[in-house]
């Protein structure tokens, strides 16, 4: 008898029939809409494996309800919507998608700086509202990026990705880690500073750390206080790692200039969030890793994944 996988969204059908040559499978057939909780609940009673996205909650009272699950594999790079304490008391394997959407998340962190800086879609809309009668010389003037100051909070994968970048355009990278990256200081003649330094000295904030207990709220009103009037805060790492009440009223008050942000604390964004209602806020629905290669290349690694640990065989990206 072939182990049993659940599917929580529609993916690529080459992926699928890749799963379905191996495993007895079933999916919530859907693209846009995720499963709803009481039926992922009824479907992960008996099954061997669990194929999600970061839109399910993968919890402890979830894990309970699947004595057989040996797997659960995160088509992410992040993993916070899994209990991982709880999945390792039960044995159960957690695997993760990083690396293949390293350059495309920097290049929409870069493209979503350069949007917000240059004001690219207020400008836009400005158009097609029919509001552009003439020229006039301080008409929608933004922040230059070129030879500007860049702060990257956490210096992983993606931060490297983004601060070579910014060394396109003669930026001076700054950035604040856990640890310091003495060859990549050196490879990219960037400076590791304090995060308090990092704020007060640089005209772009980037936040690309993980979101963990320790980032919660990591971007919170004392923060938004120490950075310039004329800053700019780009969040393309995880909602909850900003404060976003206290950014509102940051970015009300004139504290700092303007922020772009790809990733809410609650995802969907309510379309009534006082954050929507600023025209220095420039969003996107969490597209951070949406190229057709990239989002590709996660769901083959994250079969990969399902396939090897329900072989018995080691996943090549293991969370727990």
């Known amino acids: 008898m072939k182990p049993k996988v659940y599917i929580t969204r529609r993916v690529p059908d080459e992926i699928i029939v890749k799963i379905e040559k191996e495993f007895d499978i079933r999916i919530w057939d859907e693209t846009d809409v995720p499963v709803p909780r009481e039926v992922l609940e009824k479907e992960i009673v008996d099954v ?13 009272e979830l894990l309970e309800k699947a004595p057989q699950l040996k797997v659960v594999s995160n088509m992410a790079v992040g993993y916070n919507n899994i209990d991982i304490k709880a999945a390792k008391e039960k044995g159960i394997t957690v695997t993760n998608t990083p690396g293949v959407l390293t350059e495309t998340t920097a290049d929409l962190t870069f493209a979503l700086l350069m949007a917000t800086a240059r ?15 003439t020229w006039s010389p301080m008409q929608l003037t933004g922040q230059d990026i070129y030879g500007a100051t860049i702060g990257i909070i956490g210096m992983g994968r993606i931060g490297a990705a983004l601060a070579k970048r910014a060394k396109g355009f003669d930026m001076n990278v700054l950035y604040h880690n856990r640890s310091r990256k003495l060859s990549l200081e050196k490879d990219l003649n960037m400076k590791f ?26 971007i ?53 969030h006082p954050l929507l209602t600023l025209p220095n ?18 769901a083959e690694l994250a079969a990969e994944n399902l396939l090897l640990a329900l072989k018995n065989q080691t996943p090549k990206h293991v969370v727990v």
């Open 193 to 218: 500073v304090e995060l308090d330094s990092l704020l007060k000295e640089s005209d772009f904030v980037c936040i690309m750390t993980p979101y963990t207990p320790e980032t919660i709220d990591l």
């Open 119 to 133: 004001r690219l879609i207020e400008s836009s809309d400005y158009l097609r509202e029919g509001s552009w009668k």
């Open 48 to 60: 061997d494996g669990l194929f999600c996205l970061i839109t399910e909650t993968v919890d402890r």
């Open 281 to 298: 806020v420039v969003t996107v629905p969490h597209i951070g890793s949406a190229s057709i290669k990239t989002r590709m290349k996660m």
């Open 220 to 272: 919170s009103a004392r923060e938004l206080s120490l950075m310039k009037k004329t800053s700019i805060l780009i969040n393309t790492a995880r909602g909850g790692i900003v404060n976003e009440e206290d950014l509102y009223h940051a970015l009300k008050r004139g504290e700092i200039w303007a922020a772009g942000l790809d990733v809410f604390e609650q995802e969907p964004i309510s379309l009534d």
